[in-house]
């Protein structure tokens, strides 16, 4: 099967389930693994097959904790005597610090209503997050948490013969036939990823501050390729051979990051990943900056790699779930952009999450011009706090009226003149 990681709180599980059916609903049936195989460089099948069941794992090899009965202890009828090469289906991983009850309830519909479109199976597990617990918080504003650290330690949670996975974050749009990625060779890699940017090369030099304690005052490092850690379709043999959980973890620890996790993902995998290209992954917020852009040229790359996503990571403000009004751009439009609206309609095929779910689409839906007042208020309210407007004000009538600033400093200086004399 093919193995896809999400990591989450119990907040975002319904953003998790939506993705989960997207990549389902965009799976092209009527095609093989042995299709996108047939015209990749891989032609070596890696996956495994595996009966379908729901449970909650603890990492760290500990015994999985069953949820129930099995949602269906039998062999996947597509894969039932078939060649390896030919093995299809989804298992998909959430990495949770807590689940309830009721939302293993609803994957479970989930998962059996999906299952009549694509084999597919769900399985959560359990991460403690005392293992990061001396680490900041991360996310976007309110929604700081432990959560993107656990993806650091996603291969514990995968079976040992496992040879490839992809990690995506919640906030991605797919659309296109995943398995298309999982054709890739990474022979030589220990990862493929993107930098969501359509420039054609990221490379960056780091420089981090030591945190208290540890053992160096600055590190330092330059990669010629920058990736972003939201989407990464991982050699585990290579991660695990190349200790890149301890390393990655030994960094955040000892040195302060600006992007947390990615910081140190790309320390460890140092120019060892392959980059996929803008289409894989291209940053939606940074777009709609981009559109806002006087560089006419860059705004068209930017234009370009949005329509032609195979992947879209709807990152920050640009969140597929907020509406077009939620943020505006920095010339205050509403944040609307190509494929938005195919999240809208995932989420009302997503079975089991339907009562809200359906209340947030509809929200989205019918949101107006009172919505779009509401927060050009706030972003104006937003933009005055960064600037002292009574100050300015005063500057532009100096500028507008120079003759009038000469002589209140001609004054001045005379005034000053008199009391030294």
């Given at each position: 099967?093919?193995?896809?990681?999400?990591?989450?709180?119990?907040?975002?599980?319904?953003?998790?389930a939506?993705?989960?059916?997207?990549?389902?609903?965009?799976?092209?049936?009527?095609?093989?693994?042995?299709?996108?195989?047939?015209?990749?460089t891989?032609?070596?099948?890696?996956?495994?097959?595996?009966?379908?069941?729901?449970?909650?794992?603890?990492?760290?090899?500990?015994?999985?904790?069953?949820?129930?009965?099995?949602?269906?202890?039998?062999?996947?009828?597509?894969?039932?005597g078939?060649?390896?090469?030919?093995?299809?289906?989804?298992h998909?991983?959430?990495?949770?610090?807590?689940?309830?009850?009721?939302?293993l309830?609803?994957?479970?519909?989930?998962?059996?209503?999906?299952?009549?479109?694509?084999?597919?199976?769900?399985?959560?597990?359990?991460?403690?997050?005392?293992?990061?617990?001396?680490?900041?918080?991360?996310?976007?504003?309110?929604?700081?948490?432990?959560?993107?650290?656990?993806?650091?330690?996603?291969?514990?949670?995968?079976?040992?013969?496992?040879?490839?996975?992809?990690?995506?974050?919640?906030?991605?749009?797919?659309?296109?036939?995943?398995?298309?990625?999982?054709?890739?060779?990474?022979?030589?890699?220990?990862?493929?990823?993107?930098?969501?940017?359509?420039?054609?090369?990221?490379s960056?030099?780091?420089?981090?501050?030591?945190?208290?304690?540890?053992?160096?005052?600055?590190?330092?490092?330059?990669?010629s390729?920058?990736?972003?850690?939201?989407?990464?379709?991982?050699?585990?043999?290579?991660?695990?051979?190349?200790?890149?959980?301890?390393?990655?973890?030994?960094?955040?620890?000892?040195?302060?990051?600006?992007?947390?996790?990615?910081?140190?993902?790309?320390?460890?995998?140092?120019?060892?990943?392959?980059?996929?290209?803008?289409?894989?992954?291209i940053?939606?917020?940074?777009?709609?900056?981009?559109?806002?852009?006087?560089?006419?040229?860059?705004?068209?790359?930017?234009?370009?790699?949005?329509?032609?996503?195979?992947?879209?990571?709807?990152?920050?403000?640009?969140?597929?779930?907020?509406?077009?009004?939620?943020?505006?751009?920095?010339?205050?439009?509403?944040?609307?952009?190509?494929?938005?609206?195919?999240?809208?309609?995932?989420?009302?095929?997503?079975?089991?999450?339907?009562?809200?779910?359906?209340?947030?689409?509809?929200?989205?839906?019918?949101?107006?011009?009172?919505?779009?007042?509401?927060?050009?208020?706030?972003?104006?309210?937003?933009?005055?706090?960064?600037?002292?407007?009574?100050?300015?004000?005063?500057?532009?009538?100096?500028?507008?009226?120079?003759?009038?600033?000469?002589?209140?400093?001609?004054?001045?200086?005379?005034h000053?003149?008199?009391?030294?004399?």
């Amino acid at each position: 099967m093919f193995h896809i990681v999400f990591n989450a709180d119990q907040n975002y599980m319904k953003y998790v389930a939506v993705l989960i059916t997207n990549i389902i609903h965009y799976t092209d049936t009527s095609k093989k693994y042995v299709d996108f195989a047939f015209h990749s460089t891989d032609s070596k099948n890696k996956t495994q097959d595996s009966n379908i069941s729901m449970q909650i794992n603890g990492g760290g090899g500990q015994s999985p904790i069953t949820w129930g009965e099995s949602l269906a202890n039998r062999e996947n009828p597509i894969n039932a005597g078939q060649s390896p090469i030919n093995l299809e289906g989804y298992h998909f991983h959430v990495i949770t610090d807590s689940i309830a009850k009721k939302t293993l309830e609803q994957f479970h519909i989930l998962q059996t209503t999906l299952n009549d479109i694509y084999p597919c199976q769900i399985e959560a597990h359990i991460i403690s997050d005392e293992d990061f617990k001396d680490l900041p918080k991360w996310g976007y504003e309110e929604a700081q948490q432990y959560a993107a650290y656990y993806r650091v330690k996603l291969v514990d949670f995968l079976p040992k013969n496992v040879d490839k996975c992809l990690y995506l974050d919640t906030d991605m749009l797919v659309l296109t036939d995943l398995r298309e990625l999982f054709a890739l060779n990474l022979d030589g890699y220990i990862a493929a990823s993107s930098s969501g940017s359509p420039n054609a090369t990221i490379s960056r030099y780091g420089i981090y501050r030591k945190k208290k304690g540890g053992k160096k005052a600055v590190k330092s490092f330059e990669t010629s390729f920058y990736f972003c850690s939201g989407l990464m379709l991982i050699n585990t043999k290579e991660w695990i051979k190349q200790n890149v959980d301890i390393e990655a973890m030994r960094f955040l620890r000892e040195y302060e990051t600006e992007f947390a996790d990615q910081d140190a993902l790309n320390f460890a995998m140092c120019d060892r990943v392959y980059n996929l290209g803008e289409q894989w992954g291209i940053l939606a917020y940074q777009s709609l900056e981009a559109a806002c852009s006087t560089n006419i040229d860059f705004s068209k790359r930017y234009e370009k790699a949005m329509i032609n996503a195979k992947i879209l990571h709807c990152n920050g403000p640009a969140k597929a779930w907020f509406g077009a009004y939620n943020k505006l751009t920095i010339d205050f439009m509403p944040n609307i952009y190509p494929h938005k609206d195919v999240w809208c309609k995932m989420a009302r095929l997503c079975s089991g999450f339907e009562n809200e779910l359906n209340a947030q689409v509809e929200n989205i839906e019918n949101e107006g011009l009172p919505e779009y007042a509401i927060a050009l208020a706030r972003q104006l309210r937003e933009f005055q706090g960064h600037y002292n407007f009574p100050a300015m004000k005063r500057r532009l009538e100096r500028i507008s009226k120079p003759h009038k600033a000469i002589m209140m400093a001609l004054k001045n200086l005379i005034h000053r003149f008199k009391k030294h004399v």
